[in-house]
């Protein structure tokens, strides 16, 4: 019996911490949470790496190439994958759809 209540007093006294995580996506890279109804993920593809965004992870948007740019070219890295579905994502969220991201805007999140 004072096991139990020293156990029940631990797992009460645990602090729960609410943080935006990378989810693990099984099938390709990895789920970032924009807000409550926006994701975003990364993806390797055959030539570097794309972006998908979702809204209540339904797909929205699958962007393999850089937008804007001539030529059908992947992100070198998923860091660029990454900002770019960043401000895409903060544009959907303001209402823009389809998330319209032009050529100053690239030059600007990949250098």
């Known amino acids: 019996m004072k ?9 009460c006294s645990c602090e729960i911490v609410a943080q935006k995580v990378k989810i693990p996506n099984h099938n390709y890279g990895i789920m970032y949470i924009y807000n409550d109804s926006l994701q975003y993920e990364t993806y390797p593809s055959p030539n570097g790496w794309g972006y ?13 190439i850089i937008p804007a740019v001539a030529g059908n070219k992947s992100f070198r890295n998923e860091k660029d ?3 770019t579905a ?18 100053e805007e690239i030059k600007k999140l990949i250098k």
């Open 81 to 83: 994958a990454k900002k």
């Open 52 to 64: 998908r965004l979702f809204h209540r992870y339904k797909l929205l948007v699958n962007q393999p």
């Open 86 to 103: 960043q401000l895409a994502s903060s544009k959907v969220a303001k209402g823009q759809m389809p998330p319209t991201i032009n050529p």
């Open 3 to 11: 096991y139990l209540l020293l156990l029940i007093l631990s797992f």
